[in-house]
């Protein structure tokens, strides 16, 4: 059996050389290329591809690895929204992905972030780093005084939640498909527009979908308390980043940190240092001291990338065994 992985990163090469010596019987060959069609070929004689990318996976892309050979395809993420599964579909393809690697270090990411917007950390290491030890004006306010509010319950928003009570913060939480858990808890509000209207800080926890496509924009923004803390760790298609740099411009929004962004592709995971920036809104926000920007790292964790590569080489194993993993992908 032969498995060939696409995009494989320095950092997953110890996991993926564990994985290995657990595995000896499976042959495994590997690019640092994405998946493309001009990539594809490599794949040939394999009886599963391993992939990870941001790029989408077209018809021709589908085409080309199905081409030489190779249908069934597991992702090391989650995200599924940018598969052609028409294509995907008409091809005969077995997709798998990796639903849940480590909902910790997104929540924790998430929670330290707000922490740090809360506590003004980047304006006073900017300060101690030009050796002004004074106090004030950088006076931060206490977790616990909050009303977080937490739009997704889900593995992330769950473990945020926990994160939170720890703080002592009051939570509250929408779903359109409540924990039943929580919901004994009495956290959940019933409308979005209940969680805005009492939140001091909100946390997003949804998928991308496009129901939820730029659902922090100027009406929702409206509709929040003055000086409300918005943190984005999930998808970047969330938010109206105009919206987002508007509510801060006028003070409606007093800090903001984000993960994800929805033009991230070809601009996060890239070095810019001495280069022209190509994004002036991201540029801008970075600059802020009441915003955080952190280039899509919430999930980087080693812990998460051995759960990404462990989990997504055992569906390609699966797959060319006839067998169906319980994380493949129902299309």
Not at 96 to 117: C, D
Request: proline residues 4%; charged residues 25%; aromatic residues 8%.
């Amino acid at each position: 059996m032969k498995v060939f992985a696409y995009g494989i990163r320095e950092d997953e090469k110890p996991a993926l050389k564990d994985w290995e010596s657990q595995n000896p019987d499976v042959e495994v060959e590997y690019t640092d290329q994405l998946l493309t069609p001009e990539t594809a070929k490599m794949a040939k004689g394999a009886d599963s591809a391993v992939v990870y990318q941001q790029l989408d996976y077209t018809k021709e892309t589908l085409e080309a690895l199905a081409a030489v050979g190779v249908k069934n395809m597991s992702l090391r993420n989650v995200g599924t929204d940018n598969i052609d599964f028409d294509a995907a579909k008409a091809l005969g393809f077995n997709i798998s992905n990796v639903p849940v690697y480590s909902p910790n270090a997104i929540a924790e990411h998430s929670m330290i972030q707000l922490s740090r917007l809360l506590r003004r950390t980047k304006p006073m290491d900017a300060k101690v780093a030009k050796h002004d030890l004074r106090w004030a004006p950088t006076i931060g306010r206490e977790m616990r005084m909050q009303t977080v509010g937490i739009i997704g319950t889900g593995h992330i928003g769950r473990v945020a939640i926990n994160i939170l009570k720890g703080f002592g913060a009051k939570v509250i939480a929408y779903d359109k498909f409540p924990n039943p858990e929580l919901q004994k808890e009495g956290l959940y509000v019933d409308t979005l527009d209940e969680l805005y209207a009492q939140a001091d800080a909100i946390s997003l926890y949804v998928p991308g979908v496009p129901e939820n496509d730029r659902m922090i924009n100027k009406e929702s923004i409206a509709k929040m308390k003055d000086g409300v803390v918005i943190v984005n760790c999930a998808r970047g298609n969330l938010m109206d980043i105009d919206a987002v740099i508007d509510g801060l411009n006028s003070g409606k929004i007093s800090d903001f940190a984000m993960d994800v962004y929805e033009k991230e592709v070809g601009l996060f995971n890239k070095d810019w240092s001495g280069k022209e920036f190509p994004d002036a809104k991201i540029a801008d926000l970075i600059a802020r001291e009441n915003v955080l920007v952190t280039p899509h790292i919430a999930f980087y964790t080693t812990k998460a990338v051995s759960e990404m590569v462990h989990q997504s080489f055992d569906a390609a194993v699966s797959f060319a065994k006839g067998e169906t993993p319980a994380i493949a992908v129902k299309y």
